[in-house]
């Protein structure tokens, strides 16, 4: 279904009502009072503009697709209208070019989205406080969509979960709420994202698409609507291949990653540099790929996407042992990072309690505002709990905003960089951090990242 193609004036995506009704096929709830009206038309429709969703409606508007982006908070709708980004690495020039060309337009209202060729779902996908799948906004978004939905439409869940999602939760509720039969009168698929927040040279055409459709003639449909704005469509024989695609990605960098923390505590005991290691270790041309030490899992996805694949192994009885264990690795790092602090302080003769120590970077990444799960937060509520008293800066995070896991810390300001502290630990290597001079600040320092190369003389890798 093209309706954008028959479109009189693309600009603004209007069609006559009849007319879209005519390309809907006869057995669907085409959307026609029986008088000519004008309605808007989308090719795509993204809900959830969020790191994953707000990009893809701007690469499809690039595209020249007619796009519409459906968030819950309405907030982001009036952002967006108003040519601005709540993204830090998306500018606002972008918006508003997508914006006041006409080929995006947000709303919190999901009966547009029968006017929408593709549905793309992009929600998030986290952990209850008990660590299992939180699949609340996927199903509800599955019962906003299905009242609207309309014989022809192309449903893809984009967010990541785990295998028999699209199948076992989005379908039915979809079929039961809209009447419809998915694979006969609607498309369903599953394509999961592949993000790399804060590099310039990871772009959203050329990161390859993996895609699996509920029929062949659902993968076809997807790989139309997705071949708009990637180079490089990877199609899988179903939904759930494609689901288990995106975990394993993600669990590949979980294990990778516990590995080398695990290697930097035992080196570490042995006098050992992990960093130097690591470095000599990637000269092997074959066989070893590079994996980065530092002070736990942070972000999104790593942390949680490995439960959620846990939790499914469950119900075939099935264990996911290492998995596991390289998640109690990961979790532990905070700790580890926190005792490094403790004998900075102590071999300057200083308890913990009371001395003020300086956090840098609390984004989980270098040079990103992402801050949702990083393990600062971890380090800086176990450092509090002993009684330091701890400042951050982050040129990323001015402020820092409630979350799942910082509510001690929330609302505080980032600090400016003084010698005016009994240490300072580095977490977040950001770009701004290279031009600080550690050694006239004379404060020890605990550097996560092995990030600092003029050295002070007390320096703590961690
Ligand atoms: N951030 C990443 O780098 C990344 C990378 C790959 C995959 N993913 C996956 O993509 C999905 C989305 O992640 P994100 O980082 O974009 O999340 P996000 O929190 O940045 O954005 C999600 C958006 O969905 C909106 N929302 C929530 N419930 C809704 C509903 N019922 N209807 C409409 N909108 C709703 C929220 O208001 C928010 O704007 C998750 O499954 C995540 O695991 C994220």
């Known amino acids: 279904m093209k309706i954008q193609s028959e479109a009189t004036d693309s600009r603004t995506s209007r069609l006559p009502v009849d007319a879209l009704a005519r390309r809907l096929p006869e057995d669907g709830a085409a959307t026609t009072t029986g008088r000519v009206d004008w309605i808007e038309t989308y090719d795509v429709a993204v809900i959830g503009l969020g790191y994953v969703g707000l990009p893809l409606c701007l690469a499809f508007a690039k595209a020249g697709a007619i796009v519409l982006g459906v968030d819950t908070d309405t907030s982001k709708a009036l952002h967006l209208a108003a040519g601005k980004s709540y993204i830090k690495h998306i500018s606002d020039a972008d918006v508003h070019t997508a914006v006041s060309d006409k080929r995006f337009t947000a709303t919190a209202d999901f009966s547009a989205l029968r006017n929408a060729a593709a549905i793309l779902i992009c929600v998030p996908t986290p952990l209850t406080p008990n660590r299992v799948p939180d699949l609340s906004y996927v199903e509800n978004t599955a019962r906003a969509i299905a009242p609207h939905l309309q014989a022809g439409q192309l449903v893809v869940l984009e967010s990541t979960t785990y295998p028999g999602t699209t199948e076992e939760i989005v379908l039915p509720i979809l079929e039961r709420g809209s009447g419809l039969k998915a694979g006969r009168d609607f498309h369903l698929a599953y394509s999961p994202e592949r993000e790399d927040p804060g590099n310039p040279r990871s772009t959203l055409r050329e990161i390859p698409k993996v895609l699996g459709g509920l029929t062949d003639a659902c993968r076809e449909r997807a790989t139309e609507v997705y071949g708009r704005i990637v180079r490089e469509v990877v199609p899988v024989s179903s939904c759930r291949a494609a689901e288990a695609t995106k975990l394993m990605e993600n669990i590949f960098r979980s294990v990778n990653i516990a590995l080398v923390n695990e290697l930097k505590v ?132 001015p402020t820092i905003r409630e979350g799942r896991s910082n509510h001690a810390v929330a609302g505080r300001a980032s600090q400016p960089v003084t010698a005016d502290y009994d240490a300072i630990l580095l977490c977040t290597n950001h770009r701004e951090y290279g031009a600080i001079d550690f050694v006239s600040l004379g404060i020890p320092l605990i550097d996560c990242r092995n990030m600092v190369t003029q050295r002070p003389p007390a320096y703590y890798p961690a």
Not at 286 to 298: C, E, H, Q
Not at 307 to 317: S, V
Not at 341 to 352: E, M, S, T
Request: negative net charge.
């Open 266 to 397: 035992i080196y570490a005991s042995m006098g050992i540099d992990i960093w130097e290691v690591i470095q000599a270790a990637s000269t092997k041309p074959f066989g070893y790929m590079a994996f980065y030490p530092g002070p736990g899992l942070g972000g999104h996805c790593i942390p949680i996407d490995p439960f959620y694949l846990t939790w499914k192994a469950l119900e075939h009885g099935q264990h996911t042992r290492l998995i596991e264990l390289a998640g109690e690795i990961n979790t532990s790092m905070p700790e580890y990072v926190v005792s490094r602090v403790i004998d900075a302080l102590n071999d300057a003769g200083k308890p913990v309690r009371r001395s003020r120590i300086l956090v840098l970077g609390l984004a989980y990444k270098a040079n990103v505002d992402d801050d949702r799960e990083s393990p600062t937060y971890a380090i800086m509520q176990s450092l509090e709990k002993r009684g330091a008293i701890v400042s951050y800066n982050d040129p990323h995070v």
